[in-house]
């Protein structure tokens, strides 16, 4: 399985390296990420990285948490780039589905990545919602799951499993928390794995031997003690 990369971030001067990357296939960005950015204004932020990254896939998130508002930011957002994929919660705050606004904005060719998903039933929830058309990217959640002590994989492979007969949907491995969870992803067969920079560029230095590596180390132990003078 050849899953593919997108860089999760949204500081413009990394987007506009990393989007010089071929490794790099795809961005993903959510409002804690624009908010670390430094973004003041959601929609003028969002449309100056659209100016970097303009041919690669890039999801965007609405922050409304109520129907109404749901719907309004998603119809906006998706009007800013052809390349733009609207993230969509799984549920809102008060942990209520967003199954209609899913179907709705399906239904009128809104290519969305659901994200905040957990399990396999969410999976079935949302492809219950949607058509075999129109494109679609569940983002579960590996890492904040496996920070709780429960073993993600289950629910990757459930979710895979059920999606198959689904063309148009894609399996995305979020919250990454090593350069291994990339391997992982490959071996599960999910489309996508969404990582942040400094893990990428690990990525990109995988290869080295366990000799290489020990040496490496001893080296690095050694620098840190001459610096620090230390005597015993």
Not at 49 to 61: A, D, H, Q, R, T
Not at 92 to 116: C, D, M, Q
Not at 155 to 175: D, G, P, Q, T
């Amino acid at each position: 399985m050849n899953t593919k990369i997108f860089c999760d971030i949204a500081d413009y001067k990394l987007i506009k390296k990393f989007n010089q990357k071929k490794i790099v296939k795809g961005f993903t960005t959510n409002p804690s990420l624009m908010r670390k950015a430094g973004a003041k204004n959601y929609e003028k932020y969002s449309k100056e990285i659209l100016k970097i990254c303009k041919k690669k896939p890039i999801s965007f998130e609405v922050f409304g948490d109520d129907h109404k508002s749901m719907m309004d930011q998603a119809l906006k957002i998706n009007k800013w780039g052809k390349n733009v994929y609207v993230k969509i919660p799984v549920v809102n705050s008060k942990g209520l589905f967003t199954g209609k606004i899913i179907k709705e904005l399906n239904k009128r060719k809104i290519k969305l990545n659901i994200t905040a998903v957990y399990t396999a039933k969410q999976t079935k929830q949302i492809l219950k919602s949607i058509n075999n058309k129109t494109k679609l990217i569940i983002s579960i959640f590996a890492g904040r799951a496996a920070d709780t002590g429960k073993d993600p994989i289950p629910e990757f492979k459930k979710s895979i499993m059920i999606s198959k007969k689904f063309k148009n949907v894609e399996i995305l491995w979020a919250s990454v928390r090593e350069p291994y969870n990339y391997l992982q992803s490959k071996q599960l067969g999910c489309h996508i794995i969404t990582i942040p920079p400094s893990i990428i560029e690990k990525i990109e230095k995988f290869g080295k031997s366990f000799d290489k590596l020990t040496k490496e180390t001893v080296k690095a132990f050694l620098i840190d003690s001459k610096k620090s003078k230390f005597k015993i």
